[in-house]
Structure formats: structure tokens, C-alpha cells
């Protein structure tokens, strides 16, 4: 008990002595929080001048709730619980392996590193966004895990910043399930986590975004504004009762396995959930929702 409390404090003196350091380093081009503000300003900046529904506001429905969002979900909340959450969680499962002889690297099937660079980073890039989807899928068909999904699905206006509007149970849920597959296939290291971590900010950005774009033939490899939109629809069509467009980077794989849904131009399509006018509207009441519902 004593080394995992040990880790606990650990994990936070050493995430909180990062986030200073992110905060007084501004010109490094790994700085997640700055590179966060760049990205979400010129994003907005499009949304501005290239909007989709021209009707929408600036600063449309709950901005400034998706915004406050944002920087606790990309940054309070690794301090608050994730880190911490992270590394006992690692250990745990490194002392359950211990018990049959095991250890993490015994799992590893091979190595990203003995790869060029490139292709490394591509694999990489794959199983992230392969796993993530799936993990995507299981947030819809698992009802107490919809109950945490519902928090993003609660935007009623898209806009670059709802991309990072969800319950912080969320990560926990995709970080554990990514663990495994990260042991098995190793060999990463901290620049192709921030290449991958920095691309896949951008895509999120777009897709939430009010912009009318769809990337002409890309649009079958990368998820997109027109596609994803229908990922937020109210009104579920009958043969896709759970959902459908689930790709946070790449369409592809709802494609590949026929879960994509895009009807028609869905610009002017109502977003949201059924009992949505049961759903609270403040960060702390959607916060303790998924564990006061009984549903």
C-alpha cells in the first residue's frame, strides 16, 4: 500500500512541476498548452470566416462552458486524478503479472523502434485510433457508459472547442483499454506520442468545428465536419439505433466496417439525445449525472 501511495504523490509533484513548466516554456513545439490555444484560435478563426451555419453565433450556445471544458479536461484533469490514476493502475496491473512471473515487456510482441521512423509512426498512429474507435463503439452500446458519453452528446450547437466537452471518466475508460495494446506493440517515444497527440487535437478541432468541410476524396480516410455531425444527430435512424460515425481521426474504419451515416447534408440537423431535457446543464451537475442516474 505504501509504494502505491508513494506513486500517488509522485505522480502529482511531478505532473504539477510539468504543467509549470509547460506554463514558462512557451517555445518548445511539443508545449501542449500553448500549442492547444494556437490550435483552437485558428480554428475559430475559420469557423469566423468560413461558417457553415451562417446563423450561428460567435460565440455560440455553451462556448464559453466547452471552453472552460477544454482546459480541464486537457490539463486539471491529469492533475486532479489521471496521472496519478494512470500510474497506479500500471503498477497494479505490472504486480498482477508478477504473480504468474510476467512482466509488462514479457508482453511485448515486437517494437516499434526497430521500424523506420515513419512507418513506426504510422502503426502507432493506427492501433491509438483503431482502439480509440472501438472504445468509441462501447461508450454508445454500454448504457452506465452512455450515461458518461452523454456529457459530449449534450452539445446542441457545434464548435471547435466541444470537441473536448465530455465526463473525465472518459479517458480512464480509453486509457485503460489502450494500455494493452501499448505493452504488446512498444518502442514508442514522447515525440511520436506529441506528433500523434497534436495531429489527432487538430482533426478533433475541425470535425466539431462550424465548417462545411468534408475533404473531397479524403473524406473516406479522415473523419470530417459533414460526417461527424451526424455522429451528434438527435434522431438515430432505425438500422443505426446506437450511433454511427464513431472515427475520431480517421473515417476509415467505420467505412472498413460499415458504420458510417451520411445521409445528406446535415447542416441544419438537431443535435442531442432523447431525454436530453432531463440532462443538467453545469459543468458539476454533469459532472455527478452518470453516478446520481439510475437509468
Request: proline share 6%; glycine share 6%.
Given at each position: 500500500m505504501e509504494k502505491y501511495i508513494d506513486i500517488i504523490l509522485?505522480?502529482?509533484?511531478?505532473?504539477w512541476r510539468y504543467l509549470k513548466y509547460e506554463l514558462t516554456h512557451v517555445y518548445h513545439w511539443d508545449n501542449y498548452f500553448y500549442g492547444l490555444i494556437v490550435i483552437s484560435l485558428v480554428v475559430w478563426l475559420l469557423e469566423i470566416l468560413f461558417p457553415w451555419r451562417k446563423n450561428q453565433s460567435i460565440f455560440r450556445k455553451d462556448f464559453w462552458l466547452d471552453t472552460f471544458y477544454m482546459f480541464f479536461n486537457?490539463?486539471?484533469l491529469n492533475l486532479i486524478v489521471l496521472i496519478a490514476l494512470s500510474n497506479t493502475t500500471a503498477e497494479f496491473f505490472n504486480d498482477i503479472l508478477g504473480l504468474f512471473g510476467w512482466h509488462v515487456?514479457?508482453?511485448?510482441?515486437?517494437?516499434?523502434?526497430?521500424?523506420?521512423?515513419?512507418l513506426g509512426l504510422l502503426i502507432f498512429f493506427l492501433i491509438i485510433d483503431f482502439v480509440q474507435w472501438n472504445t468509441h463503439i462501447l461508450l454508445h452500446r454500454v448504457p452506465w457508459l452512455w450515461n458518461f458519453h452523454k456529457v459530449h452528446h449534450s452539445v446542441k450547437e457545434m464548435g471547435f472547442a466541444a470537441h473536448l466537452r465530455y465526463h473525465w471518466m472518459e479517458p480512464v475508460v480509453y486509457n485503460s483499454i489502450l494500455y494493452i495494446p501499448i505493452a504488446i506493440i512498444g518502442g514508442f517515444n514522447v515525440q511520436d506520442v506529441s506528433i500523434v497527440y497534436f495531429f489527432s487535437i487538430v482533426i478533433g478541432h475541425l470535425n466539431h468545428a462550424n465548417l462545411g468541410w468534408n475533404y473531397g476524396p479524403l473524406k473516406y480516410i479522415f473523419n470530417n465536419p459533414k460526417m461527424h455531425i451526424w455522429h451528434h444527430v438527435k434522431e438515430?435512424?432505425?438500422h443505426k439505433k446506437y450511433g454511427m460515425n464513431y472515427g475520431l481521426t480517421l473515417s476509415l474504419w467505420d467505412y472498413i466496417f460499415n458504420t458510417h451515416h451520411v445521409p445528406h447534408d446535415g447542416r441544419?440537423?438537431?443535435?442531442?439525445?432523447?431525454?436530453e431535457d432531463d440532462f443538467p446543464k453545469t459543468f458539476v451537475k454533469q459532472t455527478i449525472y452518470p453516478i446520481k442516474s439510475k437509468k
Open positions: 509522485k505522480s502529482y509533484s511531478g505532473y486537457f490539463f486539471l515487456d514479457s508482453l511485448q510482441v515486437f517494437s516499434v523502434s526497430e521500424l523506420p521512423k515513419w438515430l435512424p432505425e441544419d440537423i438537431e443535435l442531442g439525445f432523447h431525454d
